[in-house]
């Protein structure tokens, strides 16, 4: 399973992006697939998950209510929508996705296939 995301770059606070994630080698429609981010000197986080088989959303506490995780299975396509960035959302985000259809955990030990990330600054 190949993962290419793209739609990061540098944004004022307050601005929004929209990630894309598009994967090759297998569908994934059915699995869960996820959002994860990694700012310099942390550990990588999740930030969204969003199940295959009923749709079910999984959102990190500290991006409730600013972004919205959204798949489309015909182009085996997920989505990151950020909307009022802070200077803290800046890092690395990477698509993720699990083995099986459910990874029975929302942390990124749990996905086995990552993609390249991509870079999102956000400027004060």
């Known amino acids: 399973v190949q993962l290419q995301a793209s739609g990061g770059g540098l944004v004022q606070a307050g601005g929004s992006l929209r990630l894309s994630c598009t994967a090759s080698?297998?569908?994934?429609?059915?699995?869960?697939m996820g959002w994860f981010r990694q700012a310099p000197g942390k550990e990588r986080e999740t930030v969204a998950a969003?199940?295959?088989?009923?749709?079910?959303?999984y959102y990190a506490d500290f991006v409730k209510g600013r972004f919205t995780i959204s798949r489309d299975d015909a182009k085996n396509t997920v989505y990151l929508q950020m909307n009022s960035l802070k200077p803290e959302d800046t890092a690395v985000y990477y698509c993720?996705?699990?083995?099986?259809?459910?990874?029975?955990?929302?942390?990124?030990?749990?996905?086995?296939?990552w993609g390249q990330g991509t870079l999102v600054t956000v400027s004060s």
């Open positions: 969003i199940r295959g088989s009923d749709g079910s959303i």
């Open positions: 993720a996705a699990p083995e099986g259809p459910n990874p029975g955990s929302y942390f990124p030990y749990a996905y086995d296939y």
């Open positions: 080698g297998r569908t994934i429609r059915g699995y869960t």
